[in-house]
């Protein structure tokens, strides 16, 4: 097994370590480690915000990108309309979002909710629980469908 001192705490690591095993270092065999992924933030901005931020990897700090941004895309998203697997916003659509109108497997609003199971004032999905509630399992005060 080839071997290399880490950047950081200069133990002998493996060449495609992910992490050091004495100090935690991310990639430590590289040189440089700007962190891996992708990011994209346009120029315009709004309220000091970018009006797209995608993001996706790590960064250089070893922690998940987030994309914050009017339009937000990305692992964790957080936006006016964002879209990710944990999405936050206004219009929220991700695996798990929460926002004024949400969709996803797990999705929580403070408007309307659409998914697998929703929970809002207005929700539909399999399992649904709010004041109007429509799907497979509806759990509300006055059910959609009746």
Not at 62 to 90: D, E, F, S, Y
Request: proline share 6%; charged share 10%.
């Amino acid at each position: 097994m080839n071997t290399t001192p880490c950047r950081d705490c200069r133990q002998p690591v493996s060449l495609d370590a992910v992490t050091c095993p004495a100090c935690g270092a991310p990639r430590p065999a590289r040189s440089e480690w700007n962190g891996e992924g992708y990011e994209y933030k346009s120029a315009m901005t709004w309220m000091d915000s970018p009006l797209l931020h995608v993001a996706f990897g790590i960064d250089q700090a070893g922690k998940l990108r987030t994309a914050r941004g009017i339009v937000a895309v990305g692992q964790r998203a957080v936006g006016v309309v964002a879209c990710g697997v944990v999405a936050t916003g206004v219009v929220a659509i991700g695996v798990i979002s929460f926002g004024v109108l949400s969709l996803g497997v797990i999705s929580v609003a403070l408007g309307a909710a659409f998914g697998v199971n929703a929970v809002a004032p207005i929700a539909f999905g399999v399992t649904a629980f709010g004041y109007i509630a429509g799907g497979a399992a509806p759990i509300g005060w006055r059910p959609f469908f009746h």
